[in-house]
């Protein structure tokens, strides 16, 4: 754990004893990867899953995560921390985000060359096209793609996720989610409120609220990926529009998981009593963190399952 001198200006920079936080993460998420991978090959094997290694990697990752964030907090707490390392906090949850954004900007720009270069090229549109018209004459260069030029290898899905329509949203499930998710940003921006006006059971009742609403939003994601798989035939193997569907949503999916076990930390903490009006860039940055997954899930919402 860090040490501080009263002596020295609190201006001044300190560095934390060394730990083994960083390590373990890196391991746990190489274990939880590496679970998915090894489940998604014995689906695709036609065996029996087995998703032990997934589930012992992210255990490990949300104890290790547990116990980072307690460090801090006890670091906090301690009167450890000085006005410098408050601000490399600011700085390294805006660079943290920066680079959320530029990974997610990789995947939708992956999506917008797959549906306006590549698919076009297959179905022999434009100056490349002429291989595509070769080998597949009869593919229909349509998003979503339901029909793939070798379906051989890559089984048509039998309908897409995307959306019939507004007269339709009133039963099309990712639009509740949507709706889940931007109501979840306004309540952790009613928590934050309540942060700066020292409403103890207000920041407690509505970081309990925004919770709630990133499970309930995980579960019916789940519900969607199971339909998707069992009623559809829409799976990460079903060519470039399952993969494209499921990498997006998926990773999203993740972000809210770790937006919500962040938010969850942030929960029992204001039931300890902490945070202050000038102390509370924990729930901040979470705040921030949630605002963030909102904003990409609105996106995903438009450019996989309405456009």
């Not at 039963?171 to 921006?189: D, E, G």
Request: aromatic share 20%.
């Amino acid at each position: 754990m860090a040490t501080h001198d009263h002596n020295k200006d609190d201006a001044v920079y300190y560095v934390p004893t060394n730990g083994w936080y960083p390590v373990f993460v890196a391991a746990a998420i190489f274990l939880s990867l590496a679970g998915v991978g090894h489940w998604l090959n014995l689906i695709k094997a036609g065996q029996p899953a087995n998703r032990g290694m997934l589930y012992v990697g992210v255990a490990m990752l949300a104890i290790v995560l547990f116990k980072w964030f307690t460090k801090v907090i006890a670091e906090n707490h301690a009167g450890m921390l000085n006005p410098q390392v408050n601000r490399s906090f600011v700085w390294g949850m805006s660079w943290f985000i920066f680079s959320e954004v530029m990974f997610f900007l990789a995947f939708f720009g992956a999506l917008f060359y797959a549906r306006n270069f590549a698919v076009p090229w297959i179905g022999g549109e434009g100056a490349k096209g002429i291989t595509g018209e070769y080998l597949w004459p009869n593919f229909s260069p349509t998003w979503p793609v339901l029909h793939n030029p070798d379906p051989t290898r890559f089984p048509n899905p039998s309908e897409s996720m995307a959306s019939r329509g507004i007269s339709h949203w009133g039963s099309f499930l990712p639009f509740w989610n949507t709706v889940i998710l931007l109501s979840s940003s306004v309540t952790v921006h009613f928590a934050h409120t309540a942060v700066k006006e020292s409403k103890r059971r207000l920041i407690q009742f509505w970081l309990f609220v925004t919770v709630a609403l990133g499970v309930m939003f995980l579960l019916l994601q789940g519900y969607e990926y199971h339909h998707a798989y069992t009623e559809l035939g829409l799976t990460l193997g079903s060519g470039i529009y399952g993969s494209t569907f499921f990498i997006l949503t998926g990773f999203h999916g993740f972000h809210v998981t770790l937006g919500a076990f962040i938010l969850l930390m942030q929960f029992f903490r204001s039931l300890r009593g902490h945070f202050k009006p000038n102390d509370q860039f924990g729930l901040e940055a979470a705040s921030w963190y949630w605002h963030f997954v909102d904003v990409v899930w609105v996106c995903l919402f438009i450019f996989v399952y309405v456009l």
